[in-house]
């Protein structure tokens, strides 16, 4: 089972606008519309901010958006703010015989 | 509000199991179509899957630690448990359990909505 690929970091000022890619293969990210988004700070757990490739939870900013293109995911960070600093992680759905895989982490900086 | 907490020893030895519990409030563990997960983070590392149950009991694995990895549920006392047996120091991580799925969607695709805060396990003599 191998990890899906992101960029190790990020960054981008206030207000600007950042994505991150999420790469995998055509029998995870490219087969299913399963792709999951975590933001996580330091020292806490993680934190659900996109499910099913581009659909928000309950409370997370319209800030936040995914998308998806063959294999590739992306997460797109806009109006970027001091809080959004952190780690995130993308996942997928891989199948009955892999079932979940995870992305390496993004660390994002707000400049 | 579904709350999430794990629970066991900090410290195992090498070549020993691994044993945590996590405890579900707020809801039982029967209901829904969720999947109960166990994810680990090595210290300074990404998170990685461990593998998930069903409130009848069946379990899917990551297949990279399949041999070792042992997950189960007690409905009773609304827990699910990780054994992870043979461990080495590249066992050593904070543990998260999470509940993957939500009330309008079934589970088991990595939409894990509720974490435990993590508890920190070491493997060292």
């Known amino acids: 089972q191998s990890a899906l690929t992101q960029p190790p970091s990020a960054s981008g000022s206030p207000g600007q606008s950042v994505t991150i890619s999420c790469t995998g293969t055509?029998?995870?990210?490219?087969?299913?519309?399963?792709v999951s988004w975590y933001q996580q700070h330091p020292g806490k757990a993680p934190q659900l901010m996109i499910y099913e490739v581009n659909k928000r939870p309950s409370g997370v900013p319209d800030r936040f958006s995914g998308s998806k293109s063959g294999n590739t995911a992306s997460l797109t960070v806009s109006g970027l703010q001091a809080e959004d600093e952190a780690d995130y992680y993308c996942t997928s759905y891989a199948g009955s015989s892999n079932l979940v895989v995870f992305g390496g982490g993004t660390k994002l900086t707000v400049l | 509000q579904v709350q999430l907490q794990e629970s066991g020893p900090g410290l195992v030895k090498p070549s020993q199991t691994l044993s945590l519990t996590c405890t579900v409030a707020?809801?039982?563990?029967?209901?829904?179509?969720?999947?109960w997960s166990w994810i680990r983070q090595p210290p300074g590392k990404g998170l990685e899957w461990i593998g998930y149950i069903y409130y009848s009991g069946s379990t899917y694995y990551n297949p990279s630690l399949k041999s070792r990895v042992s997950i189960s549920v007690d409905t009773s006392q609304n827990q699910f448990s990780l054994k992870l047996n043979s461990v080495t120091a590249a066992d050593t991580a904070v543990y998260y359990c999470?509940?993957?799925?939500?009330?309008?969607?079934?589970?088991?695709?990595?939409?894990?909505?509720?974490w435990g805060q993590g508890t920190r396990v070491t493997v060292s003599s």
């Open positions: 055509s029998s995870d990210v490219g087969a299913y519309n399963y």
């Open positions: 999470a509940r993957d799925g939500d009330d309008d969607d079934s589970g088991g695709y990595g939409r894990m909505g509720y």
């Open positions: 707020g809801g039982s563990i029967s209901s829904g179509d969720y999947y």
